[in-house]
């Protein structure tokens, strides 16, 4: 991650600004990705599969220590829709009555900003925030190969709040959230209007074992009701184990662990089950990631996925 550190006087013009940063990093990835495409019956495919995302955190300190900060992103997928300029009423390009159509939600441009202040071990984030249970210890134990391949090994299965790279997140629905750290101890609390969601989790390490328990009421039957999670090493292999109850997406158990294998190469594998649902299924995967130096990899990986479909990705990740 590069940082680019600018003059006070240069970047803001009020006095008493104690320091002023920002921060430009983040990374890009492409190569291929196979999907045998069985659960629609259809034919198999292997397409070409990349994402470029370009992170900017800025924040500015008061003379009292408070740290102020905003989080956004820009982030373009080759499957993203940019969108078609309208010419407008006039019909010609570049005048003021043109306007963006069939953008997507994930289509290049600047996420929903989340902003915060933080001091101490005590923070608080609004807008496009990052969510107690997509930020609890454990909810994301691997990574499989390049792209994710369907992330069927998180436990709350993305049914709360997150944030979005792509969109606006709870940037829109009044997203508001706590945080607290204290040693060995961490407190996420977040609440948003999207389907009421109240959510939080407690954590505690102990002894290099990470142990984590977190709920969350809402208004929607499938959103994810409790969640916990302990984590930590038995010898050459890092282990996770993952409970959730996605109410009616059904009860989801996880088991991943990831072995170094080499000095710059590690495994990662999952087995995940979902009783009930429209996912009853058990799915399970395997990855490597070698280490290329100067912070680009190789990566793939291979997974069975809940719907039955089998995917498959490799290719190389550059962070800057």
Known sequence: MKKVLFATTALVATAGVAAADVTFGGYGRFGIMYNDNDSDGGDSDTDVTSRLRLQIDATAES???????????????????????????????????????????????????????????????????????????????????????????????????????????????????????????????????????????????????????????????????????????????????????NGTGGDRVVLAGRFDVGAATDIEVYVADNDGGTEDDTGYGIDFNHDLGGGTSLRGGVVKQFDGDTVADMGVRFNF
């Open 63 to 245: 003379d009292a220590g408070v740290v102020f900060g905003a989080r956004m992103r820009i982030q373009q997928n080759n499957t993203d829709n940019n969108g078609n300029v309208d010419p407008g009423p006039d019909g010609i390009y570049g005048n003021a009555d043109d306007f963006l159509e069939d953008a997507g939600p994930a289509g290049t441009g600047i996420n929903g900003v989340r902003f915060f202040a933080r001091t101490g071990g005590f923070e608080v984030g609004v807008g496009n925030i990052f969510g107690a249970l997509e930020s609890m210890p454990g909810q994301y134990p691997v990574d499989m190969g390049l792209t994710g391949l369907g992330y069927d090994y998180t436990a709350f299965d993305d049914r709360a709040d997150q944030y979005s790279s792509g969109g606006n997140g709870a940037a829109g629905s009044n997203g508001v959230e706590v945080l607290y750290s204290a040693g060995d101890l961490a407190v996420h609390v977040s609440a948003s209007d999207i389907n009421d969601r109240v959510a939080g989790y407690v954590a505690y390490t102990w002894s290099g074992w990470t142990f984590a328990v977190g709920g969350q009421d809402s208004d929607a039957a499938s959103d994810t009701e409790w969640t916990a999670t302990a984590g930590g090493s038995f010898g050459i292999a890092d282990v996770t184990l993952a409970y959730a109850d």
